[in-house]
């Protein structure tokens, strides 16, 4: 009989595989491509779980987003009163000495604002309680203004509506629910800022020398020496622009006090807060004074809202200069741009931090990025 073709041969199997054919070299680029195909998959599955945990990661720090701002501002004035510490430190107190006088010093100081503050705002809601009732009375007088108005428009009688319907008593409830909310809030964001300002104050050194760890020690001399810098920028920054602020508030009291605008002490302790945030923060002190000194006459707002206008160019082109000269000189349009971006990103907090990031920015630039794009 004839042997089968299709019958295996050992010899004739071996030459057909060296030479890439048969059925061996088939099995042999089988399991070469088999491989390939695992591998592209697991790429794919790695690829897709890379993406769904960035997700993930992106979606849980949005949702953080506001308790990390509150750790921003709270790292932001422990590194601005660093050099008020250090200040004291020379006098040989021990770091936690430091800590508790400077904090006593600034509870000191809040604690005096709010004696400026609430004494005329407490006034003010005890004389609006006081008139409600006046307005009530004249309100079912018909021979007086209120009364007046309310004949041709029934006022009462539309507040009792709007008031008796299920939908205005979940509004007023909704809203005092969101007011104590708001007051919640509030405290609760207070505390976290203090409780991590006084850490962060008390442990900076620390912490310092952990972060210094992580950059390797033949280039961790030229990071801490940079590191120290936008600190010390920053601090400075931030104490030339209180004490601006400062001025700012003293001039707003000054003022209204010759002119006879009320409440001098609060609007100027309310300017020299706002005349902290950069760029915007006096001009909107001056506006809502000027409206405040409407309620004693027009002239008294107008010459107001001029001594504003000349305080705003006297702050920018010699008490600003004048503050700031130990501080490093930034582009105006720079800071416009860090300005504009912080406030678009993280709000007042975003529009504070500004400045000193733009600061710290030219400070890294300087030191690592243009040297080598100069002896390129």
């Given at each position: 009989?004839?042997?089968?073709?299709?019958?295996?041969?050992?010899?004739?199997?071996?030459?057909?595989?060296?030479?890439?054919?048969?059925?061996?070299?088939?099995?042999?680029?089988?399991?070469?491509?088999?491989?390939?195909?695992?591998?592209?998959?697991?790429?794919?599955?790695?690829?897709?779980?890379?993406?769904?945990?960035?997700?993930?990661?992106?979606?849980?720090?949005?949702?953080?987003?506001?308790?990390?701002?509150?750790?921003?501002?709270?790292?932001?004035?422990?590194?601005?009163?660093?050099?008020?510490?250090?200040?004291?430190?020379?006098?040989?107190?021990?770091?936690?000495?430091?800590?508790?006088?400077?904090?006593?010093?600034?509870?000191?100081?809040?604690?005096?604002?709010?004696?400026?503050?609430?004494?005329?705002?407490?006034?003010?809601?005890?004389?609006?309680?006081?008139?409600?009732?006046?307005?009530?009375?004249?309100?079912?007088?018909?021979?007086?203004?209120?009364?007046?108005?309310?004949?041709?428009?029934?006022?009462?009688?539309?507040?009792?509506?709007?008031?008796?319907?299920?939908?205005?008593?979940?509004?007023?409830?909704?809203?005092?629910?969101?007011?104590?909310?708001?007051?919640?809030?509030?405290?609760?964001?207070?505390?976290?800022?203090?409780?991590?300002?006084?850490?962060?104050?008390?442990?900076?050194?620390?912490?310092?020398?952990?972060?210094?760890?992580?950059?390797?020690?033949?280039?961790?001399?030229?990071?801490?020496?940079?590191?120290?810098?936008?600190?010390?920028?920053?601090?400075?920054?931030?104490?030339?622009?209180?004490?601006?602020?400062?001025?700012?508030?003293?001039?707003?009291?000054?003022?209204?006090?010759?002119?006879?605008?009320?409440?001098?002490?609060?609007?100027?302790?309310?300017?020299?807060?706002?005349?902290?945030?950069?760029?915007?923060?006096?001009?909107?002190?001056?506006?809502?004074?000027?409206?405040?000194?409407?309620?004693?006459?027009?002239?008294?707002?107008?010459?107001?809202?001029?001594?504003?206008?000349?305080?705003?160019?006297?702050?920018?082109?010699?008490?600003?200069?004048?503050?700031?000269?130990?501080v490093i000189d930034v582009h105006p349009i720079v800071t416009v741009v860090a300005?504009?971006l912080g406030g678009a990103l993280l709000g007042?907090?975003?529009?504070?931090?500004?400045?000193?990031?733009?600061?710290?920015?030219?400070?890294?630039?300087?030191?690592?990025?243009?040297?080598?794009?100069?002896?390129?």
């Amino acid at each position: 009989m004839d042997p089968d073709p299709s019958a295996g041969n050992p010899a004739r199997d071996l030459t057909l595989a060296r030479r890439g054919s048969g059925p061996r070299s088939r099995m042999a680029t089988t399991r070469r491509t088999a491989p390939k195909i695992t591998s592209w998959f697991r790429v794919g599955f790695a690829l897709g779980m890379g993406a769904l945990v960035a997700w993930h990661l992106t979606d849980a720090v949005l949702q953080l987003t506001s308790l990390l701002t509150l750790l921003l501002l709270a790292v932001f004035i422990a590194v601005s009163l660093e050099p008020v510490v250090a200040w004291v430190e020379h006098f040989g107190l021990r770091r936690a000495w430091a800590v508790a006088l400077v904090v006593l010093g600034l509870a000191g100081l809040m604690t005096a604002i709010l004696a400026v503050v609430i004494p005329p705002v407490s006034d003010e809601v005890s004389s609006l309680v006081h008139a409600v009732p006046g307005w009530l009375q004249q309100l079912h007088d018909h021979q007086s203004t209120l009364g007046r108005i309310e004949d041709h428009y029934h006022l009462i009688e539309r507040a009792k509506e709007q008031l008796s319907s299920s939908s205005s008593a979940s509004g007023v409830f909704g809203g005092v629910l969101g007011a104590g909310q708001l007051l919640l809030s509030t405290v609760t964001a207070t505390v976290i800022v203090a409780s991590v300002t006084l850490y962060v104050m008390a442990a900076l050194p620390v912490i310092k020398a952990f972060c210094y760890r992580f950059v390797p020690q033949s280039r961790r001399q030229g990071v801490q020496d940079i590191t120290e810098e936008i600190l010390r920028q920053t601090g400075r920054y931030m104490l030339g622009n209180v004490l601006t602020s400062a001025v700012a508030g003293l001039a707003t009291f000054a003022w209204c006090a010759a002119t006879g605008v009320p409440y001098a002490g609060a609007l100027g302790v309310f300017v020299a807060l706002m005349d902290l945030v950069p760029m915007v923060g006096s001009t909107i002190g001056g506006v809502v004074v000027s409206l405040v000194a409407l309620s004693v006459s027009l002239p008294i707002a107008l010459t107001t809202a001029g001594f504003y206008i000349a305080f705003r160019l006297l702050e920018d082109y010699l008490i600003m200069p004048r503050a700031m000269k130990f501080v490093i000189d930034v582009h105006p349009i720079v800071t416009v741009v860090a300005v504009l971006l912080g406030g678009a990103l993280l709000g007042l907090v975003g529009a504070l931090v500004a400045v000193p990031a733009a600061v710290a920015l030219g400070l890294v630039l300087d030191a690592y990025v243009f040297p080598r794009t100069d002896n390129s």
